[in-house]
């Protein structure tokens, strides 16, 4: 008899593998199939059994990539043949990683499913950065949104100018070919330009390196320093604190020095 397979959704963090957690290395470890991501941690994929199949459904920005369809289908296909099947996420699998869909695909047809949580960019970008998203004497919350699409664009679903003037940290995801439109209609709907701003590069990984500014600014030296994805912009007044050196124990990356105090571009 054919046993039960099942679906793991594991959020892998942001990129450090000593940033997944325990319950997710132990689910890498247990698999019989690794579905994985590009912003997976893919040295973790080393700790898969040796009998683990690894499928690659990478989505490249502008590039090659599997259809969230395709993918969807892989996991429901390869638990249906009792497998033990591992989704292995970048950050967190319901943090803009369409984990929720997955989820929905395996529960309508039957399989079960399980969500292990990761440490999302949102907050791991900015705190390897130096940069606390909430300060006490500075703000008190902080909205994390995609960037992915501009604002203007039939799709989107965000009021920018709410945001200009809530009060609160703006970190933006997927953000980076559209920065500079997101800025300029932040500081169109009432955001002083001088609000302090700060995109960082490859979070947790080797190449980690901040781009400080403003509001008005941050996108052009972004584009300047060659700031490419994955990246986490931050705005508001806690991203000033980037500029000084990073807390104790912060994980720049492995091999990655850590943010010069006072530097605009800090890698």
């Known amino acids: 008899m054919r046993r039960q397979g099942s679906v793991v959704l594991v959020g892998g963090g942001p990129g450090d593998p000593g940033l997944i957690t325990v319950a997710g290395l132990a689910a890498v470890r247990g698999a019989d199939v690794v579905v994985t991501d590009r912003l997976a941690p893919l040295a973790v994929l080393d700790e898969a059994p040796a009998h683990a199949e690894v499928i ?56 079960p499913v399980e969500v292990i949580p990761g440490v999302s960019s949102a907050l791991a970008g900015p705190a390897l950065a130096g940069v606390p998203l909430t300060h006490r004497t500075l703000t008190q919350g902080f909205t994390v949104v995609s960037g992915h699409l501009p604002p ?55 190449g980690q390196r901040s781009v400080v500014g403003t509001v008005a600014d941050v996108a052009g030296l972004g584009e300047a320093a060659g700031v490419r994805a994955p990246a986490v912009t931050v705005i508001g007044p806690v991203a000033a604190l980037s500029l000084l050196p990073p807390p104790s124990g912060a994980r720049p990356g492995p091999g990655a020095p850590p943010p010069p105090g006072g530097s605009s571009v800090a890698g």
Do not use: Y
């Open 152 to 206: 203007g664009d039939p799709g989107s679903t965000l009021d920018w100018g709410a945001l200009a003037r809530s009060g609160t940290t703006l970190v933006v995801l997927m953000g980076i070919a559209t920065l500079p439109a997101i800025t300029a209609e932040l500081v169109a709907q009432g955001m002083p330009a001088t609000t302090p701003a700060v995109t960082v590069m490859e979070a947790a990984l080797p």
């Open 56 to 111: 690659d459904v990478a989505k490249i920005p502008r590039g090659a990539f599997t259809s969230q369809e395709r993918i969807n289908e892989l996991l429901v296909e390869h638990a249906r043949a009792g497998k033990r099947v591992v989704r292995l996420k970048g950050g967190d699998p319901f943090v803009f990683g369409r984990g929720g869909e997955e989820w929905q695909a395996c529960a309508e047809a039957g399989i």
